[in-house]
């Protein structure tokens, strides 16, 4: 469970490009929730999701992450409860180590790393059956530095690397924006597996209004760094794309807005 | 070229082996430039020297000189993460204040090993040439550090810390504390150059301030000739090639040297060394742009 109070998030306070990024935003997301993001760009979506990893400290405000106060805590410390895909491919996983010295790091996230081999047989085999299981060959690929793969690919290694560790909240900034369509689609289905088999507790930001209302069990919609819209259930069930575009219209001060498409940015 | 001057070429290679392999986690693992070797080099040979001369154990000495070499590289390490100094001028100035520290240590600007024991003592009785027997005591040396070091970066911690080199970031996010991996980096770096400077004084028979000049670009010359003579795949390998980059670099060293028609002399070697590692930086590039171009001529044809 991740419990948000009334966080503010501030860039280059004191000089001429001072951003108030996060306005006060309250959120409370139950254990096992999966909560799709939207927003327009600049909304505020990465920084929240990067005050949750740690990567930016609110300067007021509380965050908890099943009952553990890490309002302060640095993205190291965090790393044994948060477990991320970014948006850049490149961005989650060495290129210049293989795959496998890739899963080994990730599978030690959150623990205390020793002077034992990162890669014993064990885990190698281990390795090799998880990798199996995402159905793209990649098993007889493990010694090839992750530098060689395609962003999908690369993208499905790093949601495979999100769940070697125990954790209790996934954060997916606009995972698959950098893939083609038939490439997110697939990453997003094995984003909606590894999520329900793993039961993580979930936040995926997402430009795409039909991602947002067809995965997950919650929406919510940031605007200028609060939360305007927070929809989930029959509400949100309810709700179609062109509902949540001219909400969205709405927050932007009224401009009609017909296409998902315009969104993608 | 005679048989004494190719093993000491060898056996120079070796003893700066340990810099060029302190070189390669500090720039090529943890990308760091760290020209702190400058000072720790002659800061190892210091400190040995002394030790040995107040007649402590060589071997004791030689590990006293590789702490003091990770003590440089921690003052690196701390004006760089601590104090966000760039990391090439947070090394000048601890290179710059290792010159006087080097000249407190030893008192003056060189010290003589004369009458004293080395690690290599007992090795000079068993009835091998001498010339021989300093490059195959510090070849097992390098030969332990080289095993000992393959096994470190392969184990968890050690691969945090080229994770940490790589791609930072994603370190962090995976709960690598990338500040610690940094200090304990251009510490052990730092301290296998001490040692080097250890052994160089021992198998020399003198520590000078001095002999610092140029240590980084030794060390990176013979980082680029290890790679260019064996593209390692593996880590193992390319601290191997570490080794044969700075064997082959004396041996081309005492070469260019030893022909007479070229007309070098023992001064120049700076220069020649500069030259080297300057055109080993820039044929890559060259290279590429090369490639570009011709890889862009076919579709502009179209
Ligand atoms: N490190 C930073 N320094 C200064 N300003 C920043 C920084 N990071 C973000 N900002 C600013 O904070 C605001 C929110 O940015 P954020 O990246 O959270 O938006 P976003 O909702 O993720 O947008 P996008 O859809 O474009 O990814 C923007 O105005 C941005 O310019
Ligand atoms: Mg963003």
């Known amino acids: ?265 | 070229m005679t048989e004494i001057a190719l093993f000491g070429a060898i056996e120079i290679g070796l003893v700066y082996a340990l810099v060029a392999i302190g070189v390669y986690l500090s720039f090529r693992i943890l990308d760091f430039p760290d020209l702190t070797v400058d000072g720790s080099f002659p800061l190892g040979a210091a400190v040995c020297a002394v030790l040995l001369i107040a007649g402590v154990n060589p071997w004791l000495a030689s590990l006293a000189a590789a702490l003091a070499g990770a003590a440089a590289g921690l003052v690196t390490a701390t004006l760089n993460v601590r104090f966000k100094i760039l990391h090439l001028l947070a090394s000048i100035l601890t290179m710059i204040a290792l010159f006087s520290v080097n000249l407190r240590v030893m008192g003056r600007p060189n010290v003589a090993l004369l009458m004293q024991d080395t690690v290599l003592t007992p090795f000079y009785g068993l009835g091998i040439p001498d010339h021989i027997v300093r490059p195959l005591v510090v070849g097992v040396i390098v030969a332990v550090v080289v095993l000992l070091l393959a096994r470190f970066l392969s184990s968890e911690f050690g691969l945090a810390m080229r994770a940490t080199g790589v791609n930072a970031r994603m370190a962090r996010a995976q709960g690598v504390d990338t500040d610690a991996h940094v200090y304990a980096g251009i510490a052990l770096s730092n301290a296998l150059t001490g040692l080097a400077g250890a052994l160089f004084a021992q198998t020399n028979g003198f520590a000078d301030v001095t002999t610092g000049i140029g240590t980084i670009v030794v060390g990176l010359a013979a980082v680029i000739v290890g790679e260019t003579v064996l593209p390692a795949r593996t880590l193992a390998l390319a601290l191997v090639g570490c080794v044969a980059g700075s064997i082959l670099y004396r041996l081309a060293v005492q070469l260019a040297l030893s022909a007479d028609s070229i007309g070098l002399q023992a001064s120049d070697l700076n220069l020649v060394t500069a030259v080297l590692v300057a055109v080993a930086l820039i044929l890559p590039r060259l290279r590429a742009k090369a490639s570009r171009s011709v890889s862009r001529s076919p579709s502009a044809a179209k």
């Not at chain 1, 909560?35 to 990893?53: E, P, Q, R």
Request: net charge neutral.
């Open chain 1, 1 to 265: 469970m991740i419990v948000v109070e009334d966080i503010h998030v501030t860039f280059g306070r004191g000089t001429p490009l001072e951003k108030h990024a996060l306005r006060g935003v309250d959120l409370t997301i139950p254990e096992g929730e999966f909560v799709t993001v939207i927003g327009s760009n600049g909304a505020g979506k990465s920084t929240f999701l990067g005050s949750l990893a740690g990567d930016v400290l609110a300067e007021q405000g509380r965050i908890s992450i099943d009952g553990t106060d890490v309002t302060r805590w640095d993205t190291p410390r965090r790393a044994g409860l948060v477990a991320r895909v970014f948006q850049d491919p490149m961005a989650g996983s060495c290129a210049a180590l293989t795959i496998e010295e890739n899963m080994a790091l990730a599978a030690a996230r959150g623990r205390r790393r020793g002077l034992g081999l990162a890669l014993g047989s064990d885990r190698r085999r281990n390795f090799r059956d998880r990798i199996a299981a995402l159905g793209l060959g990649l098993e007889n690929r493990l010694h090839d530095r992750m530098g060689l793969l395609s962003g999908g690919q690369r993208q499905a290694v790093s949601l495979l690397m999100a769940t070697l560790a125990g954790s209790k909240i996934l954060l997916l900034d606009e995972h698959t924006a950098a893939l083609d369509p038939a490439t997110a689609d697939f990453v997003l289905d094995l984003t909606r597996r590894i999520v329900r088999d793993n039961r993580l507790t979930t936040l995926m930001v997402t430009h795409s209004m039909r991602q947002a209302l067809d995965y997950g069990d919650r929406t919510l919609m940031l605007h200028e760094g609060r939360v305007v819209l927070d929809v989930a259930g029959e509400e949100r069930a309810g709700l179609d794309v062109p509902h949540l575009l001219a909400l969205f219209a709405k927050q932007r001060g009224g401009v009609e807005i017909s296409d998902d498409s315009l969104l993608i940015g």
